[in-house]
């Protein structure tokens, strides 16, 4: 008996990928017990569910990593088993736990003897994983009273293997969604670098007050928001705003720009997706959805989803599950949506390029972030701030000033680019000033252009319809062609992909001419 728990043993620890060891520690132990299949669970007594994580038949190892609820009865029956022991048990009709977790499941990897409810014997050795985990090792076979006293002794023999696996497994799943997180983190702040990443919010007292009320109400609630407003206004500082002060604040968060994943990729991203999936899955990949999870996935420019993927996201939002590309197993969607975009989404949807479904799910507690120039009360905090944070990032040997009547320059302007324009201002005057007083003089006041007159009887076209128009007209001369040498792409000034998105976006026919 101890050669055989050495070997286990060696086998439990020849690979990293549990399905290709426990299939190994399966082949070794067919000659001691009758068996067709072993499994590997974790039952949480806390979330109040089972966590299956590997199986093995003599056709190989799988990884299951799959949690299936139960419910208060067999939850009632798992909270039984006593961890450092092993029991044995006959039918499914016997164990709702079993019922309820196996047979009631359509997964593939759930042998035929438990779906079809024959008769079939069960062992099941139970392990202390620290609270509130509790582990599981299911060896199961078909047939009545397969598994004696001393097949049952045998088993437990076992138990140090096979708890150490487990504990084992569990460390590495953790370190794995880990990194997974980390380096979209790393991708998100290295995307960053060049652009306002500023944490405090300037004006809370003054034209965000309103903002701000409404943000404190609804932080501390899973209802999705949607944060709108014109470009450069802050919109993803806000949203790690609501973020930071909301009970999901222990978990990461996720920040994706969705007009800047090509539309081929947009369900891989978002979703992930199962090794082998497609060409070059080589193993699988947590998407946005599944490392934001706890919480809070801010998706940037909603307005920019392709008409395709926002049925794909209502469907996730309405039912909190999803499936990975290539998968067939549900993951739990437990993220907190934060949505963004400077887009009219309302006219949108009357022209049909985003779904009145989504909007109206996403729009249940909109906040607007107003423009700079309606704010012009914060300006002089902004420079300040920014002139303090410039002197750090910019390695400054003077202290920066502002020349008295510079500021009014500043508040007669009419703030096109808003915050971000604000501050390309100040780094620019910081970096032509020669240590001297800031002076603005490059900041000419500004007023909004004025609309022009048209007759009566006349209106502007939409932009949309203007838009549409000039990408057909530069399609009409390249023939239909968009990227490349005299391309439309390239009459337009637009990369490829770029113009490609437009297309999309607004349903052009680049062959009809």
Same mark, same amino acid.
């Given at each position: ?216 109400? !609804?932080?501390? %609630? =899973?209802? #999705?928001? $949607? ?9 993803? *500082? ?125 729009? !249940?507690?909109? %906040? =607007?972030? #107003?423009? $700079? ?9 902004? *420079? ?125 026919? !680049?062959?009809?001419?």
């Amino acid at each position: 008996m101890e050669s055989m728990v050495q070997e286990v043993t060696n086998r439990f620890f020849r690979s990293l990928q549990i399905e290709e060891s426990l299939f190994e520690v399966f082949c070794y132990l067919e000659s001691y017990f009758p068996m067709t299949n072993v499994h590997l669970a974790v039952f949480n007594t806390q979330k109040k569910y089972i966590h299956y994580l590997a199986s093995a038949t003599k056709n190989g190892g799988r990884l299951i990593d799959r949690e299936i609820s139960l419910s208060p009865q067999a939850y009632e029956e798992g909270l039984k088993f006593t961890p450092g022991t092993v029991k044995i048990a006959f039918k499914a009709t016997t164990s709702s736990l079993i019922h309820e977790s196996i047979i009631n499941s359509d997964a593939d990897y759930i042998p035929s003897v438990f779906k079809n409810n024959r008769n079939f014997s069960l062992m099941v050795m139970t392990m202390d994983l620290g609270d509130p985990l509790i582990g599981f090792c299911n060896m199961s076979t078909p047939g009545l009273d397969m598994y004696s006293p001393e097949l049952k002794k045998k088993f437990f023999s076992l138990y140090r293997p096979v708890n150490s696996a487990l504990l084992n497994l569990l460390q590495h799943m953790a370190v794995k969604k880990q990194n997974s997180i980390l380096m979209n983190e790393k991708k998100h702040l290295l995307h960053q670098i060049g652009r306002p990443s500023y944490m405090e919010l300037i004006g809370t007292e003054g034209g965000l007050a309103n903002v701000m009320k409404k943000i404190n109400q !609804v932080a501390r %609630i =899973h209802t #999705p928001v $949607l944060l709108t407003g014109e470009t450069g206004t802050g919109k993803e *500082v806000f949203a790690n705003a609501i973020h930071q002060i909301s009970p999901f604040n222990d978990g990461p968060m996720i920040s994706i720009n969705c007009g800047a994943i090509p539309p081929a990729l947009i369900e891989s991203e978002l979703f992930g997706y199962e090794k082998g999936a497609f060409t070059g899955a080589g193993d699988r990949k947590a998407g946005y959805f599944e490392q934001a999870d706890n919480g809070t996935l801010f998706l940037d420019e909603i307005g920019e989803l392709p008409l395709a993927s926002q049925v794909k996201l209502l469907r996730v939002l309405q039912e909190k599950v999803f499936f990975r590309v290539g998968g067939q197993e549900y993951v739990p969607m437990n993220a907190r949506i934060v949505a963004a975009t400077h887009n009219n989404l309302e006219a949108m949807v009357k022209k049909r390029l985003f779904r009145e479904d989504l909007w109206f799910r996403l729009n !249940v507690f909109p %906040i =607007h972030l #107003p423009p $700079l120039r309606d704010r012009k009360e914060d300006i002089p905090e902004l *420079v300040t701030y920014f002139l303090s944070k410039k002197r750090v990032d910019m390695h400054l040997t003077f202290t920066p000033r502002v020349e008295p009547g510079a500021m009014e320059r500043l508040l007669s302007h009419h703030w096109p680019g808003n915050i971000r324009e604000l501050e390309n201002c100040v780094e620019r005057n910081l970096i032509t000033c020669e240590g001297k007083p800031l002076t603005f003089q490059d900041l000419m006041p500004s007023k909004p252009v004025a609309p022009i007159e048209t007759a009566p009887d006349k209106r502007m076209p939409p932009l949309d319809d203007v838009i549409v128009a000039h990408i057909q007209a530069a399609l009409s001369r390249s023939n239909g062609r968009v990227g490349g040498e005299n391309g439309a792409a390239q009459m337009l000034g637009l990369n490829k992909s770029t113009l490609w998105g437009k297309i999309r976006k607004y349903g052009i026919d !680049v062959h009809h001419r």
